[in-house]
């Protein structure tokens, strides 16, 4: 199969102390189409050195919360949210 069959290009959307760490507010990177929630978490965190938050982020897809150990089947349109832990009082 080729790139365009087997990977999909989506945004990732940097919120709070990832957007602190990224210094980016959005950021489009290639994916597999089909992909476990680990994995993408994986990707995003060496891809964008989040290793120091890597335990506390959580990730939306088009704003749903996305389930623990799950298969995503994403494509061009998604829009990867990654949510640190929120600080304030």
């Given at each position: 199969?080729?790139?365009?069959?087997?990977?999909?290009?989506?945004?990732?959307?940097?919120?709070?102390?990832?957007?602190?760490?990224?210094?980016?507010?959005?950021?489009?990177?290639?994916?597999p189409r089909e992909i476990s929630s680990v994995d993408l978490l994986d990707k995003i965190v060496h891809t964008f050195k989040l290793e120091s938050?890597?335990?506390?982020?959580?990730?939306?897809?088009?704003?749903?919360?996305?389930?623990?150990?799950?298969?995503?089947?994403?494509?061009?349109?998604?829009?990867?949210?990654?949510?640190?832990?929120?600080?304030?009082?």
């Amino acid at each position: 199969m080729d790139k365009i069959n087997t990977e999909v290009k989506i945004t990732i959307l940097f919120f709070a102390k990832a957007r602190e760490l990224t210094g980016h507010k959005e950021y489009k990177i290639y994916v597999p189409r089909e992909i476990s929630s680990v994995d993408l978490l994986d990707k995003i965190v060496h891809t964008f050195k989040l290793e120091s938050i890597h335990n506390q982020i959580i990730l939306s897809v088009n704003e749903e919360f996305v389930i623990p150990n799950s298969t995503l089947v994403l494509t061009e349109k998604d829009k990867i949210a990654v949510i640190p832990p929120l600080s304030g009082a």
